[in-house]
């Protein structure tokens, strides 16, 4: 018994399948209203359109306009409080077709059964994240980044759990799961657990992060791919983009992950059926959900799909990273009221208590200015620096970022022509101002998205807990650029291309390296991802801080 | 010293109008630390509403204001950001003029004890010079109104304002001596939110000394003052009550205001200690855990005031931080009032012990609670634990934070007593414990 065990039914899903094989210019929006209202769904349709704030040159597109198409399944005997999702991305081309044919295959399965107690939604969205973001905005009733979408007018209760199908050839030789969602965040670890249990009762090849399971995890080249897939989830997670269409359901609350084929050049095939029987056994499982999935854990690292690391393993290590900065901020205490031997010195010090204030909040001040000026002036000015450059708005926006992160190591010799008092004392209190807030800062971002807040904190900690006027400076200059934001993201793309074994070379890293400045920008103005302003606004001027302390005269 | 003040006031305003304008102003009214079912602003103008529809507004258990507030914003509804600006600017220059007056009494004491040849001789580093005592009012009004709990709850038209200007007002009548407007105040006071009641005790303690009356209850003239405070101030509470009633006609407004306040029935989380402790009790045990919280709150003024008798003004700040950790919705502006203080007592600044870890613990679970509620209610990945954990850091902060001022305050009055460095009998070096 399941799905297609009935051969008209396996014939008309590959008719459908093969049909979809032609290449479809936009989406054919009202083919898929008639096929989905043909297999008995209640079809709506949303429109949506939004103009990106500069064009994105990896999917070439700028004004974008689009239908996002839904079909809802009813449950037959249950009242209508809850859903779950299936969704697929129709892009222009054949890149995500055979999805769409399976998830009308399914829809068609689906309607003929009688344990459903949730609707199921079978949404196609179009220009991907675009597209359902439009969706969900409508379906929760938000707008928070400024799109144009037309209200939904068919709703279906409150989604529970989300799948999302990337698809784009009919046979695949594994499946590829990626959990990762917007700002790091990650499904429960149960939806992982539920895709690989039924990957292995249905004997499909299953992968994460790209690499194949194997049995022997505790040899050395196991405990090595190991620690490649973790860091390569590491990566991903910090990021702070969604990886998937899913990525954008984990804001809500709803449980989703994206279910990827991939068709390599191995011999033995799976076919779409057994694909459309795992989702089927999946969604039944779903279904039979008394509450929201919450009994495992949402905070883990994956090495494979059959071993996780939970939140209670990694956090020490951060914690012992923020313990560094902790114990030299009581060191800087300790120095700055410990009062001084001689008596003269103190007449000094009362005179300098008043002006210190001032020569802190001098480099705070100038520090988060140049902050600002990261974050809005990239965006803003594109349209002067096309003007006066021969360059694309996407280059002119990527350019000024880097521009102005340049211009702010400029800064240091500057701010002491105002204040006077650059002394012993000044600069004690500007670090110990300054390693506070980098330890609150780093905290606060570990929670919401650990792997950023250890990436940053293994690159940042070491140099600021060690900068003082006093180290040679050009050594230091050295290892606080290198060790600063800006270029831990370009050694990251070079190592994420190693892990993923296509490795580029440096002209390519680096336009890479551009494009993902300029991802990560739109990122934030389309999704709401919170990567670039936490680092243009607050890691940054945190790290001109240290910068200025380094060159403390 | 008008000029700085007049700068400090127009920054302040600045700062509260600019953000009264942007788009943080609803973000911020909707924060649990900011506001809670008692003085948020959403629930005053759904108690308006339901009185312009004359239906009671105390009905259907949203709104929890007293009468006399309801009556205020009947009237200054469509100016309730300038009156809240006006609440806080209230405060500063009645905290101001009450540090100075305060400020110059301390310093006559000194002088008199030091004429009197009062102090050991090794002491006199613990003498307080006019020049450091100058700066001090500015800095009280400074720290209330830059203190970022204080613009935040102006910003989110959290009716404490409101109760922190009355509590100032009250303050600086004390410090005048003024007997009748101190037992008004603290009467309005008591009416807001009820727990004010405890400092009748510093009260009178300071109207005691003021007028030179030794504590000693065989003094006919002791039980005097305490029976005129007294009786001004039970017969303006009673005033207003009755004032109350007239004006709505009927007594609802007592189990509303007073009732809510001490029996919880709320258990919206906010940065107190109540709401965890009371969503998980059984109802067999509630009211008895219930009476433990709330005598809580009152006890500590008994052995308080018997220890800090000669100290009133520093009695009024350990019972104000004491209330605004322990009343049962706190919010940050109930710490801002306290934390204004501080400036105060900076000649404590040596005996301190705890001060960079306090400070880094406030800092930390104030920038952790908007980040811990997100996750908990937003992104669904914790739970009531993590905001309670970093509820209880904030707590253990403040708590640490006054029982270390507490420490050194009576440290150093044991030294100006003593000597600062303190011999056994025998001539060796000895060192003070707290026990």
């Known amino acids: 018994m399941g799905l297609l065990s009935d051969p008209n039914r396996r014939r008309a899903l590959i008719n459908l399948l093969t049909r979809l094989n032609a290449p479809i210019c936009g989406m054919p929006v009202d083919w898929l209203v008639k096929t989905m209202q043909a297999r008995g769904l209640e079809v709506f349709t949303q429109s949506f359109s939004r103009t990106l704030p500069f064009p994105d040159e990896n999917k070439e597109r700028y004004m974008v306009k689009g239908t996002n198409v839904y079909g809802i ?23 995500n077709n055979q999805a769409v044919g399976l ?70 030789t594994s499946l590829d799961l990626v959990l990762e969602g917007l700002n790091g965040q990650l499904p429960n670890l149960d939806l992982a657990n539920l895709f690989y249990a039924f990957c292995q009762k249905l004997s499909v090849l299953c992968t994460i992060e790209g690499k194949l399971q194997r049995n022997d995890w505790d040899s050395v080249s196991g405990y090595s791919q190991a620690v490649q897939t973790m860091m390569l989830m590491v990566m991903k ?161 990527v350019l000024t970022a880097i521009a102005v992160y340049t211009a702010g190591l400029a800064l240091p010799h500057n701010t002491h022509r105002y204040s006077s008092e650059g002394t012993e004392q000044g600069w004690r209190v500007l670090k110990l101002v300054a390693v506070l807030y980098l330890a609150v800062l780093l905290g606060c971002t570990a929670l919401i998205n650990f792997s950023l807040g250890f990436i940053l904190a293994l690159t940042l900690v070491p140099v600021a807990a060690f900068v003082t006027p006093h180290v040679p400076k050009v050594l230091s200059a050295f290892a606080l650029v290198f060790l600063s934001p800006a270029c831990t993201l370009l050694f990251s793309v070079f190592f994420y291309q190693e892990l993923q074994e296509m490795p580029v070379s440096f002209q390519d890293g680096w336009i890479l390296y551009l494009s993902v400045i300029s991802q990560g920008i739109l990122d934030h103005y389309l999704y709401g991802s919170l990567v670039y302003p936490l680092i243009a606004l607050l890691v940054y001027p945190c790290w001109l801080l240290f910068w200025n302390i380094l060159f403390w005269k | ?166 509590i100032a007002l009250f303050i600086l009548s004390t410090i005048k001596g003024n007997l009748l407007l101190s037992a008004v105040f603290l009467s309005l006071a008591t009416y807001q939110c009820l727990y004010p009641l405890v400092l009748v005790a510093p009260a009178l303690l300071y109207l005691l000394q003021h007028q030179y009356i030794p504590v000693n209850f065989r003094r006919p ?21 009755c004032l109350s009633f007239f004006l709505l006609g009927s007594w609802d407004f007592l189990s509303s205001v007073y009732g809510f306040i001490l029996s919880v029935p709320d258990l919206t989380p906010n940065i107190g200690l109540f709401w965890y402790f009371f ?117 253990v902060a403040q708590i640490l934070l006054v029982s270390d001022y507490f420490y050194a305050f009576l440290r150093r009055e044991h030294h100006l007593t003593y000597g600062l460095y303190l011999k056994r009998k025998d001539g060796s070096e000895a060192a003070m414990v707290l026990k």
Request: some cysteine; charged content about 15%.
């Open chain 1, 73 to 95: 399944l009813r449950a037959p005997r249950a009242p209508r409080t809850e859903a779950l999702v299936l969704s697929a991305s129709c892009s222009p081309g054949d890149e």
């Open chain 1, 237 to 397: 997670q910090a990021s702070g983009r969604p990886w998937g269409d899913h990525g954008l359901f984990l804001r809500y609350h709803i449980e989703a992950a994206t279910i990827k084929g991939i068709n390599s050049f191995r011999q033995d095939k799976t076919d779409a059926t057994t694909i459309g029987r795992l989702l089927e056994g999946m969604y039944r499982k779903l279904n039979n959900l008394l509450e929201r999935l919450h009994q495992s854990y949402f905070f883990y690292l994956m090495p494979s799909l059959s071993n996780f690391v939970s939140i209670g393993y990694y956090m020490p290590a951060f914690g012992l990273l923020a313990v560094i900065l902790l114990l030299r901020a009581l060191d800087l205490w300790v120095q700055l009221v410990t009062p001084p031997p001689r008596n003269e010195e103190r007449v000094n010090d009362i005179a300098q208590s008043c002006p210190g204030v001032l020569s802190i909040l001098i480099p705070l001040v100038i520090s988060h200015l140049t902050g600002v000026a990261l974050y809005m002036l990239p965006v803003r000015f594109q349209e002067m620096a096309v003007e006066h450059f021969p360059v694309s708005e996407t280059e002119a926006v």
């Open chain 2, 221 to 241: 003239n002791f039980w005097w003052l305490v029976a005129q405070y007294l009786f001004m101030f039970g017969g303006s509470l009673l005033v207003v009550v």
């Open chain 2, 1 to 166: 010293m008008a000029a700085p003040l007049t700068l400090l006031f127009l920054l302040a305003v600045t700062v509260r109008a600019a953000l009264f304008n942007s788009s943080l102003k609803e973000l911020i009214s909707d924060r649990v630390e900011v506001v809670s079912p008692l003085t948020a602003w959403k629930r005053v103008i759904e108690g308006l509403a339901l009185l312009d529809l004359g239906v009671s507004p105390y009905s259907g258990d949203v709104f929890h204001e007293t009468p006399l507030v309801i009556y205020l914003f009947h009237f200054v509804v469509d100016y309730a950001e300038v009156t809240f600006m006006l609440a806080d600017l209230i405060t500063a220059g009645c905290l101001y003029m009450a540090v100075k007056d305060y400020n110059k009494q301390v310093f006559r004491k000194q002088k008199f004890a030091l004429e009197a040849d009062r102090y050991p001789l090794d002491c006199l580093e613990l003498i307080r010079s006019p020049k450091e005592m100058h700066y001090i009012p500015l800095k009280v009004a400074m720290f209330y109104l830059l203190n970022p709990f204080t613009i935040l709850s102006c910003v989110a038209r959290s009716t404490c304002c409101l109760n922190n200007a009355v």
């Open chain 2, 279 to 395: 969503a998980e009790m059984f109802e067999h045990f509630r009211l008895f855990f219930l009476c433990v919280f709330q005598i809580n709150v009152f006890f500590y003024t008994i052995p308080l005031s018997l220890k800090l008798k000669d100290h009133p003004v520093f009695l009024i700040f350990m019972q104000l931080s004491i209330i605004s950790i322990f009343k049962s919705y706190p919010t940050v502006g109930d710490s801002a009032l306290y934390l204004s203080f501080l400036p105060v007592w900076t000649h404590l600044h040596r005996f301190l012990r705890n001060i960079f870890l306090v400070s880094c613990l406030l800092l930390a679970s104030s920038l952790l609670f908007p980040v811990l509620w997100h996750l908990w209610i937003y992104a669904g990945s914790a739970n009531s634990n993590f905001y309670y954990a970093i509820t209880l850091v904030f707590n």
């Open chain 1, 103 to 172: 998830l009308l295959g399914l829809a068609q399965y689906f309607r003929n059964q009688i344990y459903f107690a949730k609707d199921l939604i079978f949404l196609v969205n179009e220009h991907d994240l675009i597209g359902m973001q439009a969706w969900l905005e409508g379906y929760h009733h938000t707008n928070t980044t400024g799109m144009d979408w037309t209200p939904l007018h068919g709703r279906g209760g409150s989604i529970q759990a989300a799948l999302s199908l990337e698809l784009n050839s009919h046979v695949v």
